[in-house]
């Protein structure tokens, strides 16, 4: 089983390029998000979906868009990059909130 | 809102040693609770969870943890650490299905020989 798969693994931006880190699971879980890792802060929520066609901001949305036009795939889109999204990303999908959330491996995301 | 507390941000215990991360947790109806594992370079994968059915909960690799309502505690215990057990541990929530789930700031536990 691929459970879910994170693409790209790192990432070099420059200031006010755009890019779209993906995330598709093949468990057919209903909820996915997107969390982004810093020191210090632990996980933090950007955007989650309890669904194909539904999605709300997390507590960090500012800079970021989703949609979920499919159940497998929850694509998080950095509309003009910034060196405060230097980061690690982590996509995640479940069933619901209240069971297990299978994590991907992470995009290692660098703004310079 | 809910939300998660984890103090101190790194543990260090011997090997052999009684491993116990503290996590206390608020939350407005009664919650679902979490321990997941980070290892280096990887993602997260769970440890255990609580859903009310037991308070008491045991999880893989030999950690447990114990819900205590009256303390809002959710803490996670290990009778005796080894090496491999050095990672970062986070606790998280949630309140129901379609609730968000919030983690903690996480634990770095390191092990000494």
């Known amino acids: 089983n691929a459970g879910v798969t994170q693409t790209p693994k790192f990432q070099v931006l420059k200031t006010g390029q755009s890019m779209t880190l993906q995330c598709a699971q093949d468990?057919?879980?209903?909820?996915m998000s997107w969390y982004r890792q810093d020191p210090g802060m632990g996980l933090r929520l950007i955007h989650y979906s309890v669904g194909a066609g539904i999605t709300d901001q997390g507590e960090v949305p500012n800079g970021y868009n989703v949609s979920r036009s499919t159940t497998e795939d929850f694509p998080l889109r950095l509309l003009s990059a910034a060196p405060s999204q230097t980061s690690v990303y982590f996509c995640?999908?479940?069933?619901?909130?209240?069971?297990?959330?299978?994590f991907g491996q992470g995009t290692r995301l660098t703004v310079v | 809102a809910q939300s998660v507390t984890q103090l101190g941000s790194h543990v260090s215990v011997s090997e052999g040693a009684l491993v116990l991360l503290r996590c206390n947790y608020s939350?407005?109806?009664?919650?679902?609770l979490f321990w997941y594992v980070q290892y280096p370079n990887q993602g997260l994968q769970l440890l255990l969870k609580y859903t009310s059915a037991a308070t008491l909960v045991k999880g893989i690799n030999g950690f447990e943890a114990e819900f205590k309502k009256s303390e809002t505690s959710f803490h996670l215990t290990k009778p005796s650490a080894h090496m491999r057990d050095a990672a970062e541990y986070f606790c998280a929530v949630s309140t129901g299905a379609n609730s968000k789930l919030t983690f903690g700031k996480g634990i770095t536990l390191s092990v000494r020989p």
């Open positions: 995640a999908s479940s069933s619901t909130t209240t069971t297990e959330a299978f």
């Open positions: 939350s407005s109806v009664p919650p679902y």
């Open positions: 468990m057919n879980h209903e909820y």
